[in-house]
């Protein structure tokens, strides 16, 4: 099984900062990686497919890169609602999810 | 509108069976994979299995592989989750989603509300 470990757990950051988040797999994914947003409450929403596709209605503040086994999400200047926890997965070999990085207000 | 919509919350004893639901509208059902996320309280997101309703093609994670059973009729555009015995650990929000490409294994950007299934002595 492809084990997907994010980092750092949490990250405290403030409004309009810049937010680089990462996923590392334990062996090459290639480029079958996407990232998701879940809020409280809420059902994940796909950001990211494929290492740097945004999904449909995405803002552009958010991109991702990599490929193989190191993996970034960035969101180039944070808005009140991007605070939330960020997952990435794999598709690779059947499916995984990172454990998640939360991002919280500072 | 493409839409998932789940079977409502569930408070269930150890050792009994549930069965919950997802039903996808709005789509060709059977062209597209519908997969199952738990998510106990507090954690992160765990890939369960995935099901192709077009001819029942099933793959599980190795982790649920025999702890719950995947199906879907496509006759009513639902797809399933069971369990014969439950346990306490069975706790969790449920939810299922489908790719956006037919008949590929595809990072979920449809996702059902989620299905919350409490099991308590």
């Known amino acids: 099984e492809i084990v997907l470990t994010q980092s750092p757990a949490t990250l405290s950051l403030s409004p309009g900062e810049r937010a680089t988040l990462s996923c590392r797999a334990s062996?090459?994914?290639?480029?079958?990686l996407a990232w998701y947003q879940q809020k409280p409450g809420q059902a994940p929403r796909l950001l990211i497919y494929?290492?740097?596709n945004r999904a449909t209605g995405i803002p552009a503040r958010f991109s991702g890169s990599g490929s193989g086994t190191d993996f970034t999400l960035t969101i180039s200047s944070l808005e009140p609602e991007d605070f939330a926890v960020y997952y990435c997965?794999?598709?690779?070999?059947?499916?995984?999810f990172g454990q998640g990085t939360k991002l919280e207000i500072k | 509108e493409v839409q998932l919509v789940q079977s409502g919350a569930e408070v269930k004893k150890p050792g009994e069976s549930l069965k919950i639901s997802c039903k996808g509208s709005?789509?060709?059902?059977?062209?597209?994979?519908i997969g199952w996320v738990r998510q106990m309280p507090g954690k992160g997101l765990e890939w369960m299995g995935i099901?192709?309703?077009?001819?029942?093609?099933?793959r599980y994670s190795p982790s649920f592989q025999g702890q719950v059973t995947i199906s879907a009729d496509k006759s009513i555009s639902t797809a399933y989750l069971q369990w014969s015995s439950l346990k306490a650990s069975d706790t969790a929000m449920y939810y299922c989603a489908r790719p956006p490409v037919p008949a590929a294994q595809d990072a979920f950007d449809i996702w059902g509300q989620g299905t919350m299934v409490t099991v308590s002595s």
């Open positions: 997965q794999q598709r690779s070999n059947f499916y995984t």
């Open positions: 062996q090459s994914v290639s480029s079958y």
């Open positions: 099901i192709y309703p077009g001819d029942s093609d099933t």
């Open positions: 494929d290492a740097s």
């Open positions: 709005g789509y060709s059902f059977t062209s597209y994979w």
